[in-house]
């Protein structure tokens, strides 16, 4: 037989056995390791709220809230939901992903160029909208009487890098304390101390940045006082 | 910058040099065919798989049957792929593996998918949740993340062996390495990989989408899949391709501060195993620390820029007011494209790591780096994925550069140029040469083509603001630029604007290629990969032929600190001098200016 006859034959079986072996048996292995020995992670950390799917732990989510129009229906506009941030909410990260923010279905990078146009103006509508959220519309003053442009962290206002980033930084947790501790009429050492109670630490003390997830905080905000107020 | 920053850096090259030194010492011995650690678990299973694929593993091969056979199996894998993902929605594929029962990607988006997943490159057109199967993923790409890992590592031992070889025609054989490396190499890693990364919370499972009815009262789709399996060797085989578009950035890729180092540790312990294995093969462990030195002081450099760059921030957050500064509470820098957790030290580290190595995964947007912190990527880049390189591509290409740097060394001191006890002559040279310089070639040929061409401009993203700039912008040129290079150099991130894929809805009803920039990607990815394979076994074959003579007095060292200054400033000189105008024109001209366009 000539070699690359020899060669052909070979590699038209090592191509079937390793596709069996590398492509079925080892993820079905892996998947089936991780179901028995860690349910939860591996299926996504899963938040139930009275028998309802309200999330998964590690997936940021949108904390805006449709707007209800004149007819008594969410509005929406290009086929799409109207919604505006719910003040009662810790708010998360801008996302730039297709079809509202945090759509978990299509995960995607707001690819803006550091020295492009489009980035300035998308920090700046975001700072704006920032600012007018942590306003108070009584009294026209931030809930959070320091708060200027300059003291905005810039996690608050940077898209994040798959548009799910379920944690915002400490900074941003503590503005925007100010805000959440008002409209719900609790004190702001209650807020502070979810907030820290919610702080994920460094890998292994150094590796990383601390950040809140803000799904679990706003969750335990509702526990304390009720979704509706 | 911040302390824990800095912290991370040291931390990360310390656990490294700690790991990868037994990996390497292990690794020398499955290459020699020793008894190790698993012989007693795998040699079963190993017999029975060269009885089954009907392989003489006694048999040795010269370079070219060697190279022949690589070739031959990396065709019937290509054929393989490509007939996988097209007959995506066929009868055949069980519903649970396609829950949302995705239709096939056209012909010339798989055509790329598929040469990019051979060659280790991991280029995506595609976005995985939207676009692929989840059996597409498993018996499709999870396969060629292996397969294509253990071509760049046989082909770096089988070059060892050809430098050590006495006076003879073999260079081992290429079926008996393939098989060794995946049972001794591979597997155990990515178990144990991906089983660490499975009780951190990536997910594993092949259930439907989840549908989420949020407390504010909104609708959220998660999309789920067999995720740790093919992230643990998606990384350990620098291949890259991430599961989800935004890879490593996506939680259920990257879930935790700690799984962002374990991932960047099994990125780079390979590729830093094998200079061990180098040196305990060639029986000059002194030559392997060497060349340890050589390309871990160019990773420092490369990380340490692109920290800092990152930290300072970009133009256009400072032209919008913000203070970019550490403060209580955050870390500060350019946040856009990054994630909370990683913050700037994690996410520079890991996107420096994935693009000195032809892995290309990402946690953060490249696109999105400031000038000079993207500048770093295309710097790695340039460099011809030398500095630790992909898993056994690094080592056979920086290999090549000490050929040349003992030849330019040689030279200046007036000896015929020997390395390891071999005459260097010029067939060796010019082989080497033509090694070194396939891959800038490609990369610059197409660049040139495509900015170029209205066809090549289709594929850029960033469009200026203002129409009479319109796409004439340094970022849109760095994209295409970087997509190019990225393709040659097999490793696969992106400044993601650049696309070659128009979808207009999940599912791919309606989608279509931009057959441009897939096809012209596609090839550049095959030449750039198996020329310098080529090459490689070349050199192998004719060192392989040749006496050792004892070093004598006026042999030059190739084992000290003078040898690894001269080995950096060759590999600067020539990455420097191919690459800086074009660099100038894009990442460099942002960063220097911060004009914002």
């Known amino acids: 037989m000539k070699p690359w006859v020899r060669d052909t034959i070979t590699s038209i079986l090592a191509v079937i056995v390793f596709a069996i072996l590398l492509g079925l048996v080892y993820p079905l292995a892996i998947t089936g390791i991780s179901q028995v020995a860690f349910p939860g992670d591996a299926n996504g950390q899963q938040i139930h709220l009275d028998g309802k799917l309200v999330g998964s732990k590690i997936i940021g989510q949108s904390f805006a809230a449709p707007v209800i129009g004149k007819n008594g229906k969410p509005e929406e506009k290009e086929g799409e939901l109207v919604t505006e941030p719910d003040p009662r909410y810790f708010q998360s990260r801008p996302s730039a992903t297709e079809g509202g923010a945090d759509n978990a279905a299509a995960s995607t990078f707001s690819n803006h160029g550091p020295n492009s146009v489009k980035t300035k103006e998308a920090d700046e509508e975001n700072i704006k909208a920032y600012l007018e959220l942590n306003k108070n519309p009584a009294t026209k003053t931030e809930y959070d009487p320091g708060l200027t442009v300059a003291k905005i962290p810039v996690d608050a206002v940077n898209s994040s890098a798959s548009g799910l980033d379920p944690e915002i930084s400490k900074a941003n947790a503590w503005i925007q304390a100010y805000r959440v501790a008002t409209v719900r009429g609790l004190s702001r050492a209650t807020v502070d101390g979810l907030i820290a109670k919610y702080t994920s630490g460094r890998g292994l003390g150094f590796s990383g940045e601390e950040g809140v997830n803000v799904l679990e905080l706003n969750l335990a905000l509702d526990r304390l006082t009720g979704a509706t107020n | ?597």
């Open chain 2, 1 to 597: 910058m911040t302390f824990a920053g800095w912290f991370t850096i040291v931390a990360f090259v310390v656990v490294l040099t700690v790991l990868a030194f037994p990996l390497g010492s292990y690794m020398a011995r499955v290459y020699t065919g020793e008894r190790v650690i698993f012989s007693p678990i795998f040699a079963g299973p190993e017999r029975f798989l060269y009885r089954i694929l009907r392989v003489d593993e006694q048999r040795g091969q010269d370079w070219k049957a060697y190279a022949k056979s690589l070739i031959i199996f990396s065709l019937a894998g290509w054929i393989f792929l490509y007939i996988v993902l097209r007959t995506q929605d066929a009868f055949f594929v069980p519903h649970g593996l396609n829950p949302l029962a995705y239709h096939s990607a056209p012909a010339d988006v798989v055509f790329n998918v598929t040469s990019s997943f051979m060659t280790n490159t991991n280029w995506q057109y595609y976005s995985g949740e939207t676009t692929m199967s989840y059996l597409s993923q498993m018996i499709g790409l999870t396969v060629q993340n292996w397969l294509s890992a253990g071509v760049g590592i046989v082909v770096a031992a089988a070059l060892v062996r050809g430098i050590i070889s006495r006076s003879g025609k073999s260079i081992g054989n290429f079926w008996q390495d393939m098989v060794r490396t995946i049972l001794y190499v591979l597997a155990p890693l990515s178990v144990l990989s991906a089983i660490v990364l499975a009780s951190q919370g990536v997910i594993a499972n092949l259930s439907n989408y989840l549908t989420v009815h949020t407390i504010t009262g909104l609708e959220q789709k998660i999309a789920m899949g067999p995720v740790a399996g093919q992230l643990a060797i998606k990384m350990l085989g620098t291949n890259g391709g991430g599961f989800f578009n935004t890879n490593s950035a996506h939680p259920f890729e990257n879930p935790t501060q700690f799984t962002n180092f374990f991932e960047m540790l099994i990125v780079l312990i390979i590729p830093a195993a094998l200079i061990f294995m180098y040196g305990r093969m060639t029986s000059n462990r002194r030559q392997g620390y060497a060349i340890y030195a050589t390309v871990m002081f160019m990773f420092l450099g490369a990380v340490i820029v692109a920290y800092i760059a990152e930290a300072h921030g970009s133009p256009a957050q400072h032209a919008a007011g913000l203070h970019t500064g550490v403060i209580s509470g955050s870390g500060g820098g350019n946040m856009e494209g990054k994630e909370q957790r990683f913050g700037i030290a994690g996410s520079a580290l890991f996107d420096v790591i994935t693009t000195v190595t032809s892995c290309g995964a990402v946690n953060s947007a490249i696109e999105s780096f400031t000038g000079i912190g993207g500048a770093v990527p295309f710097a790695n880049l340039s460099a011809s994925e030398v500095i630790f390189g992909g898993v056994g591509t690094g080592l056979y290409s920086i290999l090549l550069y000490v050929l040349l740097a003992v030849f330019i060394g040689g030279l200046m001191v007036g000896r015929t140029p020997e390395w390891l006890g071999k005459k260097l002559e010029a067939r060796e040279i010019k082989l080497a040469g033509l090694g070194i310089l396939i891959t800038p070639l490609a990369a610059l040929f197409c660049t040139a083509l495509a900015t170029a061409s209205k066809s090549g401009r289709a594929s850029i993203a960033e469009v200026a603001t203002s129409a009479k700039l319109g796409i004439h912008t340094p970022q849109a040129f760095s994209e295409t630029f970087y997509a190019y290079l990225s393709q040659a150099n097999n490793n696969g991130s992106a400044f993601a604007g650049y696309t070659g894929f128009i979808q207009p809805n999940a599912g791919n009803l309606g989608s279509h290629g931009i057959s441009f920039a897939d096809v012209l990607g596609g090839f550049d990815m095959i030449f750039a990969r198996y020329a310098p394979i080529l090459f490689a076994l070349a050199v192998a074959g004719a060192l392989a032929g040749k006496r050792v003579t004892p070093a004598g007095l006026g042999t030059m060292r190739t084992d000290n600190g003078t040898f690894v200054v001269l080995l950096i400033g060759v590999i600067i000189l020539v990455g420097a001098l191919t690459f800086f105008p074009a660099l100038l024109l894009g990442p460099i001209v942002q960063g220097l200016t911060g004009h914002l366009y």
